[in-house]
Antibody, heavy 116, light 108 residues
């Protein structure tokens, strides 16, 4: 059974950093692109980052480019999102997701609140 | 950037009714369009991929179609468990993905 379990969320002050993790199981992690998607409270979904199977290619929207870094450790079947210079508008539930043709499996999400 | 205009933003329908949600892409995205259902307090779940292919375990009353740059999700006979918010996603380019704004589906 495919499982994606996010962790590392919490309350953080504006301008500070936070690192999210996603532990994957039930599939060969190194064979899949992975992604992070977020959802601000009562809002829609927003793509945040994508990483290739080896980690050599990463993609971001302008809203987080230069502040967020997606990475992975295939030996540990883990996905990460390093978030720096956090802003109030980064407050959201963050989901990790597996990319096959599309995003076929999602984690349960982890909440990040950016507030002073 | 590719824009995805999803409509309607909200929809109220009766049980057994046919429901259609659309996403209009601002440019050609081929079949790189998927649909997701999100129930309250839950993660999104994949319904349709490749514009028209049904994901594993999804009831056959769900279907996807494409006409040029307009994509549609159809629920042939609405059931109570179909209530939620629906999103389209274009992933034509690895450089940038775009979700539609969402459609909140409620029971009339």
């Amino acid at each position: 059974e495919v499982q994606l379990v996010e962790s590392g969320g919490g309350l953080v002050q504006p301008g500070r950093s936070l690192k999210l993790s996603c532990a994957a199981s039930g599939f060969t992690f190194s064979n899949y692109y992975m992604a992070w998607v977020r959802q601000a409270p009562k809002k829609g979904l927003e793509w945040v980052a994508t990483i290739s199977t080896s980690g050599s290619r990463t993609y971001y929207p302008d809203s987080v480019k230069g502040r967020f870094t997606i990475s992975r450790d295939n030996a540990k079947s883990s996905l990460y999102l390093q978030m720096n210079s956090l802003k109030s508008e980064d407050t959201a539930t963050y989901y990790c997701a597996r990319k096959d043709w599309e995003l076929d499996y999602w984690g349960q999400g982890v909440m990040v609140t950016v507030s002073s | 950037d590719i824009q995805m205009t999803q409509s309607p933003a909200s929809l109220s329908a009766s049980l057994e009714e046919i429901v259609t949600i659309t996403c209009q892409a601002s440019q050609d995205i081929g079949n790189w369009l998927s649909w997701y259902q999100q129930k309250p307090g839950k993660s999104p779940q994949l319904l349709i991929y490749g514009a028209t292919s049904l994901a594993d375990g999804v009831p056959s009353r769900f279907s996807g179609s494409r006409s040029g740059t307009q994509y549609s999700l159809k629920i042939s006979r609405l059931q109570v468990e179909d209530i939620g918010i629906y999103y389209c996603l274009q992933a034509y380019s690895a450089l940038t993905w775009t979700f539609g704004g969402g459609t909140k589906l409620e029971l009339k």
